[in-house]
């Protein structure tokens, strides 16, 4: 038998048909959707005169333009209450479950599908978002698609796909103090750039992700459509398996033996060949801090800040230059003691209870530095839950940061969360692109503690010298 | 997604080159609301003047054609962002058919998601039906058919047009793309049968499911909670 990736595996079992043009209709085990971006499916629906086909495989979520208010209502972010009640009347109409905001199941999407069990090894499961990629942290071949494609999932539980190129990153060797899931991608998409996955299935192996836990590896899938993937994923291994046992929607009994024993198998053949393979060593990663408007443009902390004089493309450097000018930044220096104005903890890359935890222990009873607004936006309510659990919301509010409601939040500025024209933010979400977080913001990508260590601190430091 | 085969009805002329799908429908136009009226901030910033008058120089505010159906365009209609609404707007006014001197690349392809037939014609082509149709000033029709791949002007002359057989089909039956992945419906039911056997688990324990059992269980009725507005 040809050895296979486990990408062609998963993707070999969903085939439904083979079509004439070498594309392939692809079963979707699990549609995931929010309230921005469904109802266009819905209307076409309803234009075509068509119905759901699987309303048992497909979740409905609120959580992209609601307020993080502590009590929030749908009124309290007024410009998404519309988007909120249609979700809700379009789902009720179709007998679909919907997880409405007021739900103890609520949370970013790509965070509590797998918290859920929802999301499972082996699926298939997309959401009208991009960074649905995230959910390849259990195993899943996830991604994002466009309106069009959610209608046509709703329709008929396929999807006409071309099968993307397999790419491998290992990553291996030691993984130095105050470096993480994060520090890992962010490296990565510097040193290859944001372009380079594009139109690969991306699967993240070696050592490190093999000691990497779950919550570490959503965060490297997650970021895996910043270098252009719409695929990353982690072959299921015993950390997978333990993960989802006993969640609330994952298999029970006689189910579950026979799904793990599947899932079990999902795994890189030895000769399996990739399209491309790439081995990151990982002893070289410090903590990285984005200088740029591109998730490329990162540097180790304690590295400096590009000189455009000396890059020799000239796109590539009108790009720094642009970016640079964006950012209020000057060629060659450095971002240690970079004053900053804002601090988000959250997003689906960064706000489960690792997240939260690594933050926290930055901390140490210190307060956030005057003049800087800090906030920890738990990626779903459970996540806060728990985190309430372990008291983390006293370190933080003792500290003087906001504790909020789950939801999307600062990371795309699609509620009342913004972050100031021309004020830097040091945040944990995706993007650092012009205007994401709001219009001029100024955004550097880091990991949770750097981001608590930051608001500490009121400028950029490096957690490494904090002896902590 | 609508069927076009055959259509005769009023042409308008718009004949600038470069339209882009901003100004087939302005960005502001589009975000006012979850579904604005697409039909009516169709070329938004010409139709109308201080806020929501018709400005009475533009011809789609002219009759007859206020009720045309189809445009004639210049060069490269349809050029800049890859936004469906621009067909949406188009459709919403009622236009069915756009002949150009050539289209947007992106809103070439849209177009057929939704049923609107763009035509290319050559440059002095475009321009003699345009003088044929603004040169009488009662509301003489064209026809456009697609079957024949034909197009008779106001005078009866006919002209010929070529079309990917394909995208032909695509219109002439009606198919979008979920009619074309609806034609494999008895693979996707096989596909899930056996699926169910293979891995019951995608099916078993979902959301719906158990809360579907959960009801069977207890005897009660599944009722949702009213919506709230
Ligand atoms: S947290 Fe940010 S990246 Fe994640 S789904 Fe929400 S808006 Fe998108």
Not at chain 1, 424 to 432: E, F, I, L, Y
Not at chain 2, 80 to 109: K, P, Q, T, Y
Not at chain 2, 184 to 205: C, K, S, T, V
Request: negative net charge; proline residues 5%; contains cysteine.
């Amino acid at each position: 038998m040809t050895p296979l990736t486990a990408f062609d595996k998963i993707w070999n079992l969903h085939v439904v048909k083979e079509l004439n043009d070498g594309s392939v209709l692809l079963h979707i085990d699990r549609h995931m959707m929010h309230e921005l971006s469904s109802y266009q499916g819905f209307d076409g629906l309803r234009g075509a005169g068509r119905r759901v086909r699987n309303i048992e495989l497909t979740v409905g979520v609120q959580e992209h333009i609601l307020s993080t208010d502590p009590g929030r209502n749908e009124d309290s972010f007024a410009p998404g209450a519309d988007f909120l009640y249609t979700l809700r009347q379009n789902t009720q109409e179709a007998g679909i479950e919907l997880v409405d905001f007021r739900d103890s199941r609520q949370g970013i999407v790509h965070v509590m599908a797998p918290e859920l069990g929802i999301a499972l090894p082996g699926a298939t499961l997309v959401c009208g978002d991009s960074h649905t990629c995230t959910v390849g942290g259990i195993g899943a071949v996830s991604f994002g698609i466009g309106s069009s494609q959610v209608e046509e999932v709703l329709a008929t539980q396929v999807l006409p796909m071309r099968k993307p190129m397999r790419m491998r990153v290992v990553f291996d060797g030691i993984l130095q103090p105050g470096v993480f899931a994060k520090d890992l991608i962010l490296y990565l998409i510097g040193k290859i750039g944001a372009g380079a996955g594009t139109g690969y299935a991306v699967e993240y192996a070696g050592p490190v992700i093999q000691d990497l836990p779950i919550e570490g590896r959503f965060t490297l899938c997650n970021m895996a459509i910043e270098m252009g993937a719409r695929v990353g994923f982690v072959a299921p291994d015993d950390k997978t398996i333990d993960y989802v046992r006993g969640r609330r929607y994952a298999p029970t009994g006689k189910s579950w033996t026979a799904a793990e024993s599947h899932w079990r198998q999902l795994t890189t053949d030895e000769e399996a060949i990739f399209d491309r393979e790439i081995t990151v060593d990982t002893t070289l990663i410090g903590p990285q801090v984005t200088w740029g408007t591109s998730p490329q443009h990162v540097i180790n902390v304690d590295g400096q800040v590009p000189d455009p004089q000396s890059i020799s493309d000239p796109e590539t450097r009108r790009n720094a230059e642009q970016a640079l000018a964006y950012m209020g930044l000057t060629p060659g220096a450095s971002l240690i003691d970079l004053p900053i104005q804002n601090v988000f903890i959250g997003s689906c890359t960064n706000s489960r209870l690792d997240d939260l935890r690594a933050a926290a222990a930055m901390i140490q009873k210190r307060r956030v530095a005057a003049g800087v607004r800090a906030m920890v936006v738990p990626g779903s309510t459970s996540v806060k839950r728990a985190a309430e659990g372990e008291g983390l919301d006293r370190i933080f509010i003792d500290a003087g940061f906001e504790w909020r409601e789950s939801a999307c939040s600062m990371c795309g500025a699609v509620n009342a969360d913004k972050v100031g024209p021309g004020e830097r933010c040091v945040s944990t979400s995706n993007r650092n692109f012009e205007g994401r977080q709001g219009p001029n913001s100024r955004t550097h990508l880091a990991s949770p503690a750097m981001a608590a260590a930051a608001a500490i601190a009121g400028r950029i430091v490096d957690i490494r010298k904090l002896g902590v | 997604m609508q069927k076009f085969d055959r259509l005769t009805a009023v042409a308008a002329p718009i004949l600038t080159d470069n339209i882009d799908t901003d100004q087939i429908i302005p960005i502001p136009r589009m975000l006012a609301s979850m579904r604005p009226d697409y039909g009516a901030a169709l070329f938004g910033n010409w139709r109308y003047v201080e806020g929501d008058q018709p400005n009475p120089s533009f011809i789609l505010n002219k009759p007859p054609f206020t009720n045309a159906k189809i445009v004639l365009a210049g060069e490269n209609f349809g050029c800049g962002s890859s936004r469906e609404h621009a067909v949406w707007a188009l459709m919403g006014f009622g236009v069915r058919c756009v002949i150009a001197m050539s289209f947007g690349d992106i809103f070439f392809n849209n177009c057929f998601k939704r049923g609107l037939l763009p035509v290319v014609l050559s440059p002095d082509l475009v321009r003699s039906l345009a003088a044929e149709i603004m040169s009488t000033s009662e509301a003489h029709p064209i026809t456009v058919n697609l079957v024949d791949r034909k197009i008779t002007t106001v005078e009866g002359t006919e002209i010929n047009f070529s079309i990917d057989d394909g995208l032909r089909e695509i219109l002439l039956e009606g198919l979008d793309e979920i009619g074309k992945i609806l034609k494999h419906e008895l693979d996707i039911n096989a596909f899930q049968m056996r699926d169910r056997q293979l891995r019951p688990w995608i099916y078993e324990a979902t959301p719906a499911a158990l809360r579907q059992q959960m009801a069977v269980a207890t005897g009660s009725v599944i009722t949702s909670e009213p919506i709230k507005r």
